[in-house]
């Protein structure tokens, strides 16, 4: 009988629960169809694509301008930390900036060319950017809220989880978070087929783990995960809910109809979605 390595879970079964080419075979599908509306997104609106907040090549950013003491928008996008980039993600700023929101998509460096330390510090020193020069694309600086997908979620977590004042920022910069599918617990993920590429040892997965950084004070934040993702997927949203809940943070939690893990960003280019109105709400749009 195979031994149990994480949570009741065999190795077999813990892969499973991470594997989403394997959970979702639309996977490849799902993506190329977005194709079309990450093109418009680009065209229709003023765009300003690939500006460099950091040294390497990829730590770049995609801007939509704010028409001037607007809310921002940061989102983060998913990989597992290893690939994918935010030209795939461009049609989530399409609603948003329809509404009147400045939106910006973050680039960063992967696994294994840098350590998961890496990333997330790169993602810290994109926000800074981002807050340092929110006023020049029509953004508030005061209002920059985040959310992120999946790997996107994690770091959306250790943003949260930042000291700000190492960066020149305020003590609160974030005015309002919604992690999607995020991963606030990278042990199962240590112990899974992932780390391979990874590489996290028991320290760099605790020093990046969100739910051991809760924060001082935490802006107010809807924990999402689509009502169809694995049974590990919920129960990462579910534990992050309840730690920051028990420090009396005004953190909800939010099941996303019945939508699995590739599917669940999608829901942003929908008005009606839960998901969209949430965060819609909480930027003060509508």
């Not at 990829?58 to 983060?76: E, M, N, R």
Request: aromatic residues 10%; contains cysteine; negative net charge.
């Amino acid at each position: 009988m195979a031994g149990i390595v994480y949570g009741g879970y065999t190795q077999e079964e813990l892969d499973l629960e991470y594997d989403m080419r394997r959970r979702c075979p639309h996977f490849a599908e799902t993506f190329a169809a977005m194709d079309v509306h990450n093109r418009r997104t680009a065209e229709r609106f003023e765009c300003r694509l690939d500006v460099p907040f950091g040294d390497s090549p990829l730590q770049t950013l995609d801007i939509w301008p704010g028409p001037g003491g607007a809310p921002v928008l940061l989102f983060i996008h998913g990989g597992y930390w290893r690939a994918f980039d935010k030209e795939m993600f461009r049609f989530v700023a399409e609603r948003f900036v329809e509404a009147g929101a400045a939106v910006v998509l973050n680039n960063y460096d992967l696994c294994p060319n840098v350590t998961m330390d890496e990333i997330t510090r790169q993602n810290r020193a994109a926000f800074a950017w981002i807050w340092k020069n929110a006023r020049a694309f029509g953004g508030d600086p005061g209002r920059i809220h985040v959310t992120g997908h999946s790997a996107g979620g994690h770091l959306t977590g250790m943003l949260m989880a930042t000291d700000w004042a190492e960066w020149g920022l305020p003590f609160d910069p974030i005015a309002g978070a919604v992690p999607l599918s995020g991963l606030f617990d990278l042990e199962p993920l240590r112990l899974a087929y992932l780390n391979a590429d990874l590489q996290m040892d028991e320290e760099t997965t605790r020093r990046n783990s969100p739910i051991h950084h809760l924060p001082e004070r935490m802006p107010p934040t809807v924990v999402a995960v689509g009502g169809g993702e694995t049974d590990e997927f919920r129960r990462q949203s579910r534990i992050y809910t309840d730690a920051c809940r028990a420090k009396g943070f005004p953190v909800s939690y939010l099941e996303v109809r019945d939508v699995d893990h590739v599917n669940a960003a999608g829901e942003y280019r929908d008005l009606t979605s839960p998901l969209t109105a949430v965060l819609m709400a909480q930027m003060g749009l509508g």
